[in-house]
């Protein structure tokens, strides 16, 4: 018997729990030759912003030992050309799109949550508190927990969507944060965004990356994620959703018992592009090899 | 289109410089000159990420059974230059590699009719040689190969075969004329009398210096550009050049691997 993969994460029903990551699917378009939409839970947009970004100078990406880092400093289209360009796209896929989204200030934020509610293919919100690799927004409301309830609070008041807040594990207490954007009116958490990391070329005494430092991903940072999901998941009532490092239906399943309602493949798309499809694939023929009926039984069933 | 593609020979063709022939389906026989492929060189998660190839050449080979027909394959010429190109070196014909291509934009063939003057630098002759067949079919070319030393100039007598006129350079001395690629290129185009496209291909320098002659003469120039990328198909956005008008106050950015490898040299930011 097919077991039932679907979960419901904070109103928005996903047909299974495997989403993908802002920043690793472009606006779902570019992946349409690889991956049948129709068989993944959701995809998440690159983040966006009022004005269009460029990002950051080159280098920009550099490989490490099962990771790699990026500071591409959030280039995206902007939310008028996303709205022209993009969501005509959003438009002809089965599949519920997340706008990731981002602000240099709290007003900024809430314009964008504003903007974003009135676009009926947006299935929901995900507000980024955590990107590393900028000056402004980002980050610095990704540290501080009154700075994060700040923003948090402002975009609840600026929709009605279902709000994700995406955290940051380069903070002291992961739990803290999370309790913050709880009670300011987060509906969902997702964890992690990538570690702040650096890497550096002996021979020319330089850093690899023109920013210096970057967000470290890829299956070498999946055991803090998996930890921080776990110590998340215990602390607070939100659906979470699992990032860090998943390359496969087992990583996937394993962030689902450590409390993850839903998971995001990041990195793993860059490698394969249709990693996301696959991994729900196997995820199933887990459940179906293992007589699990019913996805929704995993979540936080870590035993201790 | 991703595939899986069985190794037929991976050579050896000068210190430090391989060549691999691999088996590919159909589809790939209409790649364009000047696309790449994304190369994951085993199952591991080191290294993580696929490596960009350019397409060096695309044909058919009989398989050696008795009553087999004609299957396409295509070849990749690559330096090895960290872990990932070694692992590449190290595999054997039977061996199956995991790709997804051709990506990107190729070369624009231009008019019949003008000479076409390609230039390449090492390692960047790897998407040159399909150039030049498709290229030869219509038009005289000349091919100007430069290096450091006798070791960098690669694969020269394939392109000879197609009847491409060669012009080799290096730094020392060792192989051709001693210098840089770009004096044989001017010295060409003082003699010229009728149209030109330039082709391009090799260390940012070299291209610098060649997108610099065509701007100067105003001969049309097309190059082709390397990028550290993750994904190859404009996800990741880690590829991005600078373009004509970029200035750290006004960014403005190409993707390589979507909105190139190859570019008109005009499109681009060079250093004046």
Redesign the interface.
């Known amino acids: 018997m097919k077991p039932d993969m679907s979960v419901n994460l904070a109103g928005i029903p996903l047909r299974n729990p495997v989403m993908t990551a802002s920043?690793?699917?472009?606006y779902g378009e570019?992946?349409a030759?690889?991956v049948d939409m129709a068989s993944i839970g959701a995809f998440i947009t690159k983040g966006l912003s009022l004005k269009a970004r460029?990002?950051n100078?080159?280098?920009?990406?550099?490989?490490t030992?099962?990771?790699?880092l990026?500071a591409?400093g959030l280039?995206n289209v902007g939310i008028d050309a996303f709205i022209t360009k993009k969501v005509p796209y959003l438009r002809s896929v089965n599949t519920p799109a997340i706008a990731n989204f981002f602000g240099n200030t709290v007003d900024e934020y809430a314009e964008m949550a504003r903007r974003l509610d009135e676009i009926p293919e947006v299935a929901g919100l995900e507000v980024n508190i955590s990107c590393p690799n900028v000056k402004l927004g980002g980050i610095v409301f990704g540290t501080d927990p009154d700075s994060a309830a700040s923003v948090v609070s402002a975009c609840r008041a600026a929709t009605k969507k279902p709000l994700i807040v995406k955290l940051s594990p380069n903070v002291t207490d992961v739990v803290a944060m999370a309790r913050a954007c709880e009670d300011a009116g987060a509906d969902a958490l997702s964890l992690i965004n990538t570690l702040i990391g650096m890497a550096i070329d002996l021979n020319r005494r330089r850093p690899v990356l023109a920013n210096i430092t970057g967000g470290f991903s890829?299956?070498?940072i999946k055991p803090i994620a998996l930890r921080m999901v776990w110590q998340v998941a215990k602390a607070v009532k939100v659906p979470i959703i699992g990032i860090g490092g998943i390359?496969n239906a087992v990583d996937a399943l394993e962030f689902m018992l450590a409390g993850a309602t839903a998971v995001q493949v990041g990195?793993a798309?860059?490698?394969?592009?249709?990693a996301a499809q696959k991994i729900a694939e196997d995820m199933e023929a887990w459940l179906i090899a293992n007589g699990v009926a019913d996805i929704k039984s995993l979540i936080g069933a870590l035993e201790t | 289109m991703q595939f899986t593609a069985m190794i037929l020979s991976n050579v050896e063709v000068s210190p430090g410089y391989w060549r691999m022939r691999m088996t590919a389906p159909p589809e790939c026989a209409s790649a364009r000159p000047g696309q790449f492929v994304m190369v994951r060189v085993n199952g591991a998660i080191d290294p993580l990420l696929r490596r960009p190839f350019g397409i060096f050449d695309i044909g058919s080979y009989t398989p050696a059974q008795s009553g087999a027909h004609p299957q396409p394959y295509m070849e990749m010429l690559y330096r090895v230059v960290g872990k990932g190109t070694a692992m590449l070196s190290a595999l054997h014909g039977s061996d199956l590699l995991d790709i997804l291509g051709p990506l990107g934009k190729g070369f624009d063939l231009g008019a019949p009719d003008e000479e076409k003057l390609i230039v390449g630098g090492g390692v960047g002759l790897a998407p040159l040689y399909l150039l030049a067949k498709e290229l030869i079919k219509e038009s005289k070319v000349r091919l100007f190969a430069g290096g450091r030393t006798r070791d960098d100039i690669l694969c020269i007598t394939e392109f000879e075969r197609l009847g491409v006129e060669c012009y080799t350079a290096t730094e020392d001395g060792s192989l051709g004329e001693c210098g840089l690629v770009t004096e044989a290129l001017l010295r060409r185009l003082d003699q010229m009398q009728g149209g030109a496209t330039i082709y391009a291909c090799g260390p940012h320098g070299m291209l610098n210096a060649v997108a610099g002659i065509a701007a100067e003469r105003s001969i049309p120039c097309q190059v082709s550009l390397e990028g550290y990328m993750a994904c190859g198909v404009g996800a990741c956005l880690g590829c991005v050049a600078p373009g004509r008008s970029h200035s750290p106050e006004t960014p403005d950015f190409r993707c390589v691997c979507t909105e190139g490898p190859v570019f008109e040299a005009g499109e681009l930011k060079w250093r004046e």
Do not use: L, W
Request: hydrophobic letters at 30%; charged letters at 10%; proline letters at 14%.
């Open positions: 920043g690793t699917f472009g570019e992946f030759e690889y460029a990002g100078p080159t280098p920009r990406i550099v490989e030992p099962g990771g790699m990026n591409i280039q890829g299956p070498a390359m990195t798309s860059f490698i394969n592009p249709g």
